[in-house]
T-cell receptor
């Protein structure tokens, strides 16, 4: 079974600075997808970014980018120019590329990000 | 653009009671999921459904029952609630024909407290 680990329960960053959230995963599969979700205090789960394992290029979405290291099974999220609205719980998630997996996501434990003004 | 609606948003119940959490989606997505969120565990899959009348267990199914008689509804029932089932519950769906890499769409969650 796949596992996802986020080793930083809490992180903090100064407004306008850059922060990196760590995520590692364990799998024997070669085809899979990785996601970062953001959960603000409203509890809403918001997709931040997605990475396909077969793509070598790291995904970017505006101020959010990932460092995907397939051999190391690492998938970190970098937030540049941090804003107060980035304060949230961030979850890393894994999905198998096999259709038989039922599209289920396996989540990490989460990292609570605080942005200081 | 209703999306996924969960009800109730908050629920307090007593140990041993049966309680049902509702999930309704307006997209007619085939895949639907129930997760529970607990501090230190992230989100864990309880049950999922690939289509109406097709359901399967996830990581933590014990104590829960699901049904899917209609594509748009996926209720989760706690047959005899226990304090360990105090949690935030999320329903999610996945868009059809968008590829297995497409993201899940989540409801806003139900916070359940079992006293």
């Amino acid at each position: 079974a796949q596992t996802v680990t986020q080793s930083q329960p809490e992180m903090s960053v100064q407004e306008a600075e850059t922060v990196t959230l760590s995520c590692t995963y364990d799998t024997s599969e070669s085809d899979y997808y990785l996601f970062w979700y953001k959960q603000p205090p409203s509890r809403q789960m918001i997709l931040v970014i997605r990475q396909e394992a077969y793509k070598q290029q790291n995904a970017t979405e505006n101020r959010f980018s990932v460092n995907f290291q397939k051999a190391a099974k690492s998938f970190s999220l970098k937030i540049s120019d941090s804003q107060l609205g980035d304060a949230a719980m961030y979850f890393c998630a894994y999905r198998s590329g096999e259709e038989t997996s039922g599209s289920r996501l396996t989540f990490g434990e989460g990292t609570q990000l605080t942005v200081n003004p | 653009d209703a999306g996924i609606t969960q009800s109730p948003r908050y629920k307090i119940t007593e140990t041993g009671r049966q309680v049902t959490l509702m999930c309704h989606q307006t997209w007619s997505h085939s895949y639907m999921f129930w997760y529970r969120q607990d501090l230190g565990h992230g989100l864990r899959l309880i049950y999922y459904s690939a289509a109406a009348d097709i359901t399967d267990k996830g990581e933590v199914p014990d104590g829960y029952v699901v049904s899917r008689s209609k594509t748009e509804n996926f209720p989760l029932t706690l047959e005899s609630a226990t304090r360990s089932q105090t949690s935030v519950y999320f329903c999610a769906s996945r868009r059809d024909h968008a590829g297995i890499g497409s993201p899940l769409h989540f409801g806003n969650g139900t916070r359940l407290t079992v006293t």
